[in-house]
């Protein structure tokens, strides 16, 4: 399923994002896309550090 989810704080929506796991993925907009993938990289410990 595809769609647009409209919200006003990236943090929360984030949340859901990361609650769907490989079954999600942020399209757009590039800013948040690059957020959760950090993210999910941060939360697998490669985050390159």
Same mark, same amino acid.
């Given at each position: ?12 929506? &984030? ?11 942020? &399209? ?22």
């Amino acid at each position: 399923m595809r769609g647009e989810v409209p919200y006003h704080d990236p943090r929360e929506l &984030i949340g859901d994002v990361l609650r769907f796991g490989k079954d999600c993925e942020v &399209i757009a907009p590039a800013e948040l896309r690059e957020t959760v993938a950090a993210e999910v990289k941060a939360m697998a410990g490669v985050d390159g550090k």
